[in-house]
Structure formats: C-alpha cells, structure tokens
C-alpha cells in the first residue's frame, strides 16, 4: 500500500519561507495527481495546491498563488510544495495526498474526492507562523 510521508514543517516567522516534501517510498507518484492541504479548525480540510497526474497543470487556491509553487521529482518519488512570503494565516497541518483523480482542480477542489477515489493521505507536518 502507498505510504505518504510529509516533513519539511516547522515555526517560521512571517515573510519567510519554507520548503515541505512528501516522499512515497517504492511507488512512482507519476501516476497520480497529488496534493497539499491544510487543516483548517474551522473549515475543514482545505486544498492548497494541487499537480494534475495528466499532464502537470498546477492548480493553486487563490490564498496561495504567486506565493507557493508545487513540484514532483519522480526519480525520487516525492512532492515538494516550496511556500514563500508566509503569512500567520497560513499556520495549519499541511497533508499531501495521491489520488487517480482526473484534473487537480477537481482534486484541490473536492478533498472528500481524495478518500472516495481510494486515494491516500500522509499523517501531516505542522507549520506555523509566528513572530
């Protein structure tokens, strides 16, 4: 079964910057579309950002973009998500997941879509921003 496993968390202070990686040990994440997500306490799971399997179209919530940037090095199945210019808002548990879901809009979108399409989700890394 595929493992995800995140690290790369941490407290940083507002305006910086941190890089957080999931690593799939074993299995070729380019088969999937993959994700982050940050816990909200309020709203749930939400979609940060998001790389379409397909053909690698990025999708990025409006909160984020211009300010993070998804990647995936597939000779060393992992996903990175390198966030920038931090801000307190963005404190939260971040979870990367991999799903055979068509778009990563549709992924980012629709978390539940992740669990439904017998995807699979990492245990978290904590970032907070704090001064």
């Known amino acids: 079964q595929l493992q995800l496993v995140e690290s790369g968390g941490d407290l940083v202070q507002p305006g910086g910057s941190l890089r957080l990686s999931c690593a799939a040990p074993g299995f070729d994440l380019d088969y999937y579309t993959i994700g982050w997500f940050r816990q909200d306490p309020e709203k749930g799971r939400q979609g940060v950002s998001c790389?379409?399997?397909?053909?690698?179209?990025?999708y990025y919530t409006d909160f984020v973009k211009g300010r993070f940037t998804i990647s995936r090095d597939n000779a060393k199945n992992t996903v990175y998500l390198q966030m920038n210019s931090l801000k307190p808002e963005d404190t939260g548990l971040y979870y990367c997941?991999?799903?055979?879901?068509?778009?990563?809009?549709?992924?980012?979108?629709?978390?539940?879509?992740?669990?439904?399409?017998?995807?699979?989700w990492g245990q978290g890394t904590q970032v907070t921003v704090s001064s």
């Open positions: 997941a991999a799903a055979g879901i068509t778009t990563a809009q549709a992924m980012c979108r629709t978390p539940l879509s992740v669990s439904i399409s017998g995807g699979y």
């Open positions: 790389l379409s399997s397909k053909d690698d179209t990025p």
